[in-house]
């Protein structure tokens, strides 16, 4: 099960790196996703990883995220700069083990099949 760490209170254009850890073997095959989801809201796709180093981003973030993934100890990580005060939302982190996407990972919730708890970021004005 990924777990993710790093959410914390920040202020408006901070930069913060989330990460997220997934136990057990066969990381490097799974495309990796982050989803993000405020109170009284739906989940929503914010960046993804495909196995073979593919990336996705919601237009929202792009060119202020960067997604990157450390197969080697088992580790997706968010960079996430500039970062916009507002309703503070719960990152979450996704694993797709069985994955049949040849290079674009997937920004459909119902595509990822283990999913982490959570953890949360608020940005203060």
């Known amino acids: 099960q990924p777990v993710e760490s790093g959410g914390r209170l920040v202020q408006a254009g901070d930069s913060l790196t989330l990460s997220c850890v997934v136990s057990g073997r066969g990381f490097g095959s799974y495309d990796m996703g982050w989803f993000r989801q405020a109170p009284g809201r739906e989940r929503e796709f914010v960046a993804a990883m495909h196995w073979n180093g593919g990336t996705k981003y919601v237009d929202s973030v792009k060119g202020r995220f960067t997604i990157s993934r450390d197969n080697a100890n088992n580790t997706v990580y968010p960079r996430m700069t500039g970062l916009k005060p507002g309703v503070p939302a719960v990152y979450f982190c996704?694993?797709?083990?069985?994955?049949?996407?040849?290079?674009?990972?997937?920004?459909?919730?119902?595509?990822?099949?283990?999913w982490g708890k959570g953890n949360q970021v608020t940005v203060s004005p």
């Open positions: 996704a694993a797709d083990h069985g994955t049949t996407r040849v290079a674009e990972p997937s920004d459909r919730a119902d595509e990822y099949d283990c």
